[in-house]
T-cell receptor
Framework: DAKTTQPPSMDCAEGRAANLPCNHSTISGNEYVYWYRQIHSQGPQYIIHGLKNNETNEMASLIITEDRKSSTLILPHATLRDTAVYYCIVSSSNTGKLIFGQGTTLQVKP | DAGVIQSPRHEVTEMGQEVTLRCKPISGHNSLFWYRQTMMRGLELLIYFNNNVPIDDSGMPEDRFSAKMPNASFSTLKIQPSEPRDSAVYFC????????????FGPGTRLLVL
């Protein structure tokens, strides 16, 4: 599975959009981009995933560049409850295996 | 649905003792994953099952660790004998089938080995 690179930490003002970047330059054709988050002391929670098209659900939007070497998770109106570690994971659709990196700690501030 | 259930939520034991962690996946889910999380190593996949059969146990750290899934609604992760370096939060996750987009995680078991 391809490796991902994320900034270790980011801040965001409450009510503003949070844009979390992820680099996955070695991604291959059958690998999806997944985003999970982990709020302190809880298990990780699925947010969104995509292959090549941009995706949106009730939690977030996922923008994948045309060459698929990077992506951005967008939380459109961040709240204090969005403070968490956000993991970008690249995984083959064949295995269903998720390999978590260190993630980005997002701190939403009032 | 109750979600993934793990027990116990907290466990404190002494080095050398046997530890058994339990997981009940979401009803109807056919795949189950065990993870371990520490500050040093982050979240690591230990083993996963599909239809009660272990698919990949390459993440199991050593022979002291074993996992079983005797039926679709129950799995155990056993450490025997336990060591202080096994102290971690152990998560169980389940998904409908493989491959799948969404893994649903339990609340975790916080293990401290003294």
């Amino acid at each position: 599975d391809a490796k991902t690179t994320q900034p270790p930490s980011m801040d965001c003002a409450e009510g503003r959009a949070a844009n979390l970047p992820c680099n996955h330059s070695t991604i291959s054709g059958n690998e999806y981009v997944y985003w999970y988050r982990q709020i302190h002391s809880q298990g990780p929670q699925y947010i969104i995933h995509g292959l090549k098209n941009n995706e949106t659900n009730e939690m977030a939007s996922l923008i994948i560049t045309e060459d698929r070497k990077s992506s951005t998770l967008i939380l459109p109106h961040a709240t204090l409850r969005d403070t968490a570690v956000y993991y970008c994971i690249v995984s083959s659709s064949n295995t269903g295996k998720l390999i978590f990196g260190q993630g980005t700690t997002l701190q939403v501030k009032p | 649905d109750a979600g993934v259930i793990q027990s116990p939520r907290h466990e404190v034991t002494e080095m050398g003792q046997e530890v058994t962690l339990r997981c009940k996946p979401i009803s109807g889910h056919n795949s189950l994953f065990w993870y371990r999380q520490t500050m040093m190593r982050g979240l690591e996949l230990l083993i996963y099952f599909n239809n009660n059969v272990p698919i990949d146990d390459s993440g199991m750290p050593e022979d002291r660790f074993s996992a079983k899934m005797p039926n679709a609604s129950f799995s155990t992760l056993k450490i025997q004998p336990s060591e202080p370096r096994d102290s971690a939060v152990y998560f169980c996750a389940s998904t409908l089938t493989l491959p799948s987009e969404t893994q649903y995680f339990g609340p975790g078991t916080r293990l401290l080995v003294l």
